[in-house]
Each structure stands twice: as C-alpha cells, then as structure tokens.
T-cell receptor, first 112, second 113 residues
Framework: SQQGEEDPQALSIQEGENATMNCSYK?????LQWYRQNSGRGLVHLIL?????REKHSGRLRVTLDTSKKSSSLLITASRAADTASYFC????????????FGQGTRLTINP | DTAVSQTPKYLVTQMGNDKSIKCEQN?????MYWYKQDSKKFLKIMFS???????INETVPNRFSPKSPDKAHLNLHINSLELGDSAVYFC????????????FGNGTRLTVT
C-alpha cells in the first residue's frame, strides 16, 4: 500500500455540514500537506503542517497531525457546494529522496 | 498570469509516436517537477529538477526524457508512446525549503490509441 492513504475514498454530505477526511502514512515525515483538486484542474495547496505541530487552521480548514499514530485529518467546516473536489494528503519524507508522496485522495461531494 | 502553465492541455496520439509536453513557471521557483496521475487519481512523481539539474528520477522508463533549458522551464519528451502512458501529466514548481508547497499546472491529458 501507499505511503499516504486517505479515508474515506468518497464522501457525500449536505451543504453546511462539516467534512472530515483522514490520512495515514507509514514512515517518518518532515511535514504533511493537504491539496485540493477540482475536476480537470491541477492540485492547489491548502495547508502544510510540520512534524512538530499538532494542529493548524486556515479559514474553514482545520488540520491535525498525530505523529504517534502516523495520521492526519482535514476538517472542512460549514461546507459549501464550491468545496466539491478531491482532497489529497502528501507526505514529505525524512529519509531518502526529498519528495512529496501523495495518496489517492478523497472525493468530496457537497450536495446543495 | 498563470503561475505554472503547461501545453498542450490535451494530447491524443497513436502508439509508437513521439510527443512533448512543455511547462513554464513565472514564480521564480528553483525546483520543478513532473507528476503522473493515473485513472485512479494516484499521483506519482516522475522527475524533479533544481536549477536545471536533475535531482529525482523515479524509475521512469528511458522513453521519458525531461529537459530543463533554464530554471523556469521543464519539458517532457516521450518516445515510442505506449497505451499505458495514457494519463494526466502535471508540472509543478516549488521554492525555498525542500518539500515545501507545490504549485501545479492544470495538467496535460495524454491519450494513446
């Protein structure tokens, strides 16, 4: 399996509800990043959390990192139809080649 | 004023042909990348260049050859295209600390028939 795995693979909620996506990884990281991808577009960076940080906020986004469990979560509060997209976590590995390793993403659908 | 632009957006070609994808970034970043996204949305790094020097080559077949004429450009040439090369190819760039935020282009959807 991959270094970063998102869960669930797909999530469908009503507008206004909160959406939570999870990411698990296997090896030690320098940082973990979340990206959004709208259909037919490139990925857009949302937030970066370093290995020594536990929580970070950006607008309606809240990211947590638990290095002991090797997991992270992305919470989107008060979801909007425009939040419909795929969300990817990417881990920056400490060892080996300096690169970001992406998971397969969570497909989020916000129903109006 | 697109930060990372790649052309073409769509590329349809036959097996055995040779094709190129071009990428340019106007962000002043030092590092550029090629990623491949398959039909299951899995995104995998292929190459990265820092100041025109190749720093990552992820066991990509020799048919793929990146070229970086300057730090603002990173092109991808593919020889003898195969059906399995069909995917969306993304160019990206980053600046400063290693493994910082990536800025992606909008992708090139390659279809090999």
């Amino acid at each position: 399996s991959q270094q970063g795995e998102e869960d669930p693979q797909a999530l469908s909620i009503q507008e206004g509800e909160n959406a939570t996506m999870n990411c698990s990884y296997k090896t030690s990281i320098n940082n973990l990043q979340w990206y959004r991808q709208n259909s037919g577009r490139g990925l857009v960076h949302l937030i970066l959390i370093r290995s020594n940080e536990r929580e970070k906020h950006s607008g309606r986004l809240r990211v947590t990192l638990d290095t002991s469990k090797k997991s992270s979560s992305l919470l989107i509060t008060a979801s909007r139809a425009a939040d419909t997209a795929s969300y990817f976590c990417a881990t920056a590995l400490i060892q080996g080649a300096q690169k970001l390793v992406f998971g397969q993403g969570t497909r989020l659908t916000i129903n109006p | 004023d697109t930060a990372v632009s790649q052309t073409p957006k769509y590329l349809v070609t036959q097996m055995g042909n040779d094709k190129s994808i071009k990428c340019e970034q106007n962000l002043g970043h030092d590092t550029m990348y090629w990623y491949k996204q398959d039909s299951k949305k899995f995104l995998k790094i292929m190459f990265s260049y820092n100041n025109k020097e190749l720093i990552i080559n992820e066991t990509v077949p020799n048919r793929f050859s990146p070229k970086s004429p300057d730090k603002a450009h990173l092109n991808l040439h593919i020889n003898s295209l195969e059906l399995g090369d069909s995917a969306v190819y993304f160019c990206a760039s980053s600046q400063g600390e290693a493994m910082g935020p990536l800025h992606f282009g909008n992708g090139t959807r390659l279809t090999v028939t």
